[in-house]
C-alpha cells in the first residue's frame, strides 16, 4: 500500500523555464504525482526562471528580472515546489544575495519570505507529504545520476534514494563516479568546451556500461547535457527525469 | 567567446609531455625571456612568465589531449581524494574542526594589523630579524641582500609556495645565487626545467618513468650524478634524490624556506613535511630565511590544535605528518644561529579588503580543492597559468595579481561549481560563491569597456525572463522552431553555440511547452 501523505495542502509548482519549455513532460508528471497525493496545484503564470544563467556567468542585474517575478508568482502561498535541485538551490541560495546587492530593501523581504518556502519536489515527499512509497509503478533497470545541485547544495541526501527504494519493479544499478559533475555548468559547456565534453563523455560512458535502460536524475539541465551525448553515439540508455518515475502507476510510460 | 579560435588551434596537436620542456613549457607564452647574458648555475625553468599564459580554455584545450598527464593525474587524485575522504571520516568532530579552522582564520584577517605587530615583536625578542615586504621585488630583493652577506652564493630550499609565487629561484639566479630545491617532487620539476602543477605534489603530473628519465639526464650536470642502472622503482628514485641532495645539505650555509603556520602569540613558526628535507635545511645550515605571506599567522599556539589535524588529513590524506618542526627565534648553540623572517602581503591586503572574496584568504594549501576537482584532473595544474592551480588558484591568483591579464579573466570561470571543492576544503572557503562574485566583478568591468555578443544576448534574455507571460509567449517560439526543423534533435549549431553540438546532439524542445499544456488542461 502506498502511504498516506500527513497533510494534502495546496501546491504551487515553480516549472522552471527550462522543464517548461525543453521538458514539460517532467512539469506534467509532477503536476499528476502531486495530484496523486491528493494536492492541489496551481500554476502562478508569472513565473519565469531561477535566473542562475545569469548570476552564474556574472550578470547579477540580469538575473534581477527572476528574482522580481519569483515574487510576484509566488509570494503568499505555503509551499512552492520544483523538480530541479538546481533551480531550487538557485532561488535558495542566490536569490538573496541579488535582491540585497540590488538595494531594494522590500525585495529583499519579500525575497526572503518566499526562499522559505520553497521545496525541491523530493524534499517536498519526504519532509511535508512524509511518503516515500508514492503508489509507483516501473519495472525497469535505472541507475542514477547524483546532480551536483541535488547532492551539495541542495543536500537532498537519501531522499530520492528511498523514493526510488519504493518503486515498484524497479530495480536500481549503481553507477561508477555517480556524484561526478556531468560537466555542463551552465554556460561553462560553451565557455569551457573540451573540459565540458570530456566530463560529459565520461558521465555518459559509465552510465552505458551500467546496462540500465534509464539514465535518472533530478535535474534536466544535466540529462540535456548527458543525454546529448548519448544520443550522438546512437545509444539506447534514455534520460528521466526521477518524477517521471515516481508519476507512473500501473501501465508504465 | 573568442577563445575558442585559440583553443580550436591548439585542439590535439601534443601527444606526449615534452620531457625537456614539461607539460607547462611553450604555452603560448614566448620565447627569450630567460637571460643568456651569464652562466646558469641552477637548470632553467620554461621560458615566459605565468601571468603571460594564455586564457584557461585554451591552454586547457592544449593540455587535456595529452594522454600521458591524464593517465598521471588521474591516478593521483583520485588515490589521493580516497585517502582524504578515509581519515577525515574517522573524526567524529571533523565538521566542527573545519568551523574552527575558518574561525580561527577569519579572526587573523579582522585583527590582522594587531597579529602582525604581536607576531614581530615576539620574533625580535627571540633573537630573529624581521623584514616586512609589500611585494615580490621587495622580497627578493630582501633575500638577496640576506644570502649575499653571508658570502655564499647557494642555497638549500625547503619546498614552499610563496617562494614560487615571488619566483624566487630566478631572482637568486639572476643575482649569481643557485637555490636548490631540496624536497623530492621539487627537485624533479626542478631538474625537469618544468613548473609546479600542485600546491602539495608538485610533480603529480609526472610518472616514474619520467621520473627516472630526468634523474638520469640531469643529475649529473648540478652535482652527484644518479646510478646509471637507476630503474623506476620508488625507493631506488628516492635514493638516488637522497645521493645527490646529500652533499648540497652538508655544504649548504643559507637555507631559505616558507612556513605553514606563524604563531603570533609565541612568536613560532611552523613547517610541516613528510621526507626529512625540510627539518634538514631548518637544523643544519647557520642561516635560516622564512619567507610568508602576511595570511599564513594563527593567533594562538591552541590554534595549532585545530590546524595541525586539518592539514595533515586534508593534504596528504594522513593522520599525521611525519616531520612536524618548530621554531621560535634562535636557540643558543642550536640551529640557524640567525633567523630572519620575510613577512610578504603581495596583493593579500587588497584580498582582505574584499568582503565577498577574503576568505580565500584562510586557504593553509592542503590541496584537497584540487584532488577533488573534475576540471583540474583532467587538465593538471599547467592550465592555469598561476602558481596557485585548481579551485583555491581560480578564486586566489586573480585576487592576488589584480584582475588585469587574460588568464586570471579566465580563470573564475574554469569551474562547473560543481561545488566539490568547498564540500573538502579544510577552511570551509566558499569557493564556489566566491569563483560567481569573480565572475561579476569581471563582467561589470567588460561591461564598461564595450558590448559584445554575450552581453547583448544576456541583455536580452534577461529582458525576455523579467515577466512570466512575456517569456511565456515568447517560450511558444522554441515549439515553432521543433515544427519548422520538424527534428526531435540538432546535430551541429552556429557561432558559439556549436561549442554544444562538437561533442553532442542538442535535443529540440516538444511543440507544446508545459505552459500551454497548463492552460489547455487547467486554464
Known amino acids: 500500500m502506498p502511504d498516506k501523505p500527513k497533510i494534502t495542502p495546496k501546491v504551487a509548482i515553480f516549472a522552471t523555464c527550462i522543464n517548461d519549455v525543453m521538458f514539460p513532460e517532467t512539469v506534467i508528471a509532477t503536476v499528476q504525482l502531486l495530484e496523486r497525493l491528493g494536492c492541489t496545484v496551481e500554476f502562478p503564470v508569472e513565473q519565469s526562471c531561477c535566473g542562475q544563467m545569469f548570476t552564474n556567468t556574472g550578470y547579477f542585474r540580469e538575473g534581477l528580472g527572476c528574482v522580481r517575478s519569483y515574487v510576484e508568482a509566488f509570494s503568499g502561498y505555503e509551499y512552492i515546489v520544483g523538480p530541479s535541485g538546481s533551480c531550487v538551490t538557485a532561488v535558495r541560495d542566490q536569490h538573496p544575495m541579488l535582491a540585497a546587492q540590488s538595494g531594494d530593501a522590500g525585495l529583499a523581504a519579500a525575497v526572503d519570505d518566499v526562499v522559505r518556502h520553497s521545496y525541491e519536489l523530493t524534499e517536498f515527499l519526504c519532509d511535508v507529504l512524509e511518503v516515500e512509497d508514492v503508489g509507483a509503478v516501473f519495472a525497469h533497470k535505472v541507475t542514477y545520476h547524483l546532480t551536483c545541485h541535488s547532492l551539495r547544495f541542495a543536500r537532498l541526501g537519501e531522499r530520492p534514494l528511498r523514493l526510488m527504494s519504493k518503486v515498484r519493479g524497479l530495480e536500481l544499478i549503481e553507477l561508477e563516479g555517480f556524484d561526478q559533475c556531468c560537466g555542463f555548468g551552465g554556460t561553462f559547456c560553451v565557455k569551457n568546451p573540451d573540459v565540458s565534453a570530456d566530463m560529459a563523455s565520461c558521465k555518459a560512458g559509465y552510465a552505458v556500461d551500467t546496462g540500465a535502460e534509464y539514465l535518472v536524475s533530478l535535474d534536466n539541465a544535466c540529462l540535456l547535457n548527458i543525454g546529448g551525448v548519448l544520443h550522438r553515439a546512437g545509444s539506447s540508455l534514455k534520460p528521466i527525469h526521477l518524477a517521471e518515475i515516481l508519476a507512473c502507476g500501473e501501465g508504465g510510460l | ?523
Not at chain 2, 138 to 146: H, K
Not at chain 2, 297 to 308: F, G, H, S, W
Open chain 2, 1 to 523: 567567446m573568442s577563445d575558442n579560435r585559440d583553443k580550436e588551434q591548439g585542439l590535439g596537436n601534443e601527444s606526449s609531455a615534452g620531457a625537456g620542456g614539461g607539460a607547462g613549457a611553450g604555452l603560448g607564452v614566448g620565447t627569450g625571456t630567460v637571460a643568456s647574458t651569464h652562466q646558469r648555475r641552477t637548470p632553467a625553468p620554461p621560458a615566459g612568465r605565468l601571468i603571460d599564459s594564455p586564457p584557461f580554455p585554451a591552454a586547457a584545450a592544449r593540455l587535456i589531449g595529452n594522454q600521458t598527464l591524464r593517465a598521471n593525474m588521474r591516478h593521483a587524485t583520485h588515490t589521493i581524494r580516497a585517502k582524504r575522504a578515509k581519515v577525515a571520516a574517522e573524526l567524529p568532530n571533523w565538521e566542527q574542526l573545519r568551523q574552527a579552522g575558518a574561525q580561527i582564520k577569519d579572526r587573523l584577517g579582522r585583527h590582522l594589523d594587531y597579529y602582525l605587530e604581536q607576531l614581530e615583536a615576539n620574533l625580535i625578542a627571540n633573537g630573529a630579524q624581521v623584514h616586512w615586504a609589500a611585494d615580490a621585488d621587495e622580497a627578493n630583493r630582501i633575500i638577496i641582500e640576506l644570502v649575499k652577506a653571508q658570502d655564499v652564493d647557494e642555497v638549500v630550499k625547503i619546498k614552499s609556495m610563496v617562494t614560487q609565487e615571488i619566483e624566487m629561484n630566478e631572482a637568486l639566479e639572476a643575482a649569481g645565487i643557485a637555490a636548490w630545491e631540496t624536497d623530492l617532487a621539487e627537485l624533479i620539476v626542478q631538474l625537469g626545467h618544468d613548473r609546479p602543477s600542485n600546491i602539495l605534489v608538485p610533480a603529480i603530473h609526472r610518472n616514474r618513468d619520467e621520473v627516472r628519465e630526468i634523474f638520469l639526464r640531469e643529475m649529473k650536470l648540478y652535482g652527484k650524478p644518479a646510478p646509471e642502472d637507476l630503474d623506476n622503482e620508488p625507493a631506488h628514485l628516492a635514493a638516488a634524490a637522497r645521493a645527490h641532495l646529500r652533499e648540497k645539505f652538508l655544504r649548504a650555509k643559507v637555507a631559505i624556506s616558507g612556513a605553514n603556520f606563524c604563531v603570533a602569540d609565541t612568536g613560532t613558526l611552523v613547517i610541516v613535511e613528510s621526507e626529512g628535507n625540510g627539518r634538514m635545511c631548518l637544523t643544519l645550515p647557520d642561516v635560516l630565511i622564512s619567507v610568508t605571506g602576511i595570511e599564513k599567522l594563527v593567533p594562538t599556539v591552541e590554534d595549532l590544535e585545530v590546524m595541525l589535524q586539518l592539514l595533515p588529513r586534508s593534504s596528504t590524506g594522513e593522520r599525521m605528518n611525519p616531520y612536524t618542526s618548530m621554531w621560535t627565534g634562535v636557540t643558543p648553540g642550536d640551529g640557524p644561529q640567525e633567523v630572519h623572517v620575510v613577512l610578504l602581503d603581495n596583493g593579500r591586503s587588497r584580498v582582505l579588503a574584499d568582503p565577498e572574496g577574503r576568505a580565500a584568504l584562510r586557504c593553509i594549501r592542503c590541496a584537497a580543492c584540487m584532488h577533488s576537482c573534475p576540471v583540474y584532473e583532467r587538465v593538471g595544474g599547467h592550465a592555469y597559468g598561476s602558481v596557485y592551480p585548481g579551485p583555491i588558484g581560480a578564486i586566489l591568483s586573480p585576487q592576488l595579481r589584480g584582475i588585469n591579464d587574460a588568464v586570471d579573466k579566465s580563470l573564475p570561470f574554469a569551474s562547473t561549481l560543481c561545488g566539490a571543492c568547498a564540500e573538502v576544503c579544510p577552511v570551509k572557503i566558499p569557493i564556489p560563491d566566491i569563483l560567481v562574485h569573480l565572475r561579476h566583478r569581471i563582467v561589470e568591468e567588460v561591461k564598461r569597456k564595450h558590448l559584445g555578443l554575450e552581453r547583448f544576448l544576456m541583455g536580452v534574455a534577461g529582458w525576455a525572463m523579467a515577466r512570466g507571460r512575456r517569456f511565456g509567449r515568447l517560450g511558444k517560439l522554441a515549439g515553432v522552431a521543433r515544427r519548422l526543423t520538424g527534428r526531435e534533435y540538432l546535430r551541429r549549431l552556429p557561432g558559439p553555440a556549436h561549442n554544444w553540438t562538437r561533442a553532442r546532439d542538442l535535443r529540440m524542445p516538444p511543440k507544446q511547452s508545459f505552459r500551454s499544456w497548463w492552460k489547455k488542461e487547467h486554464g
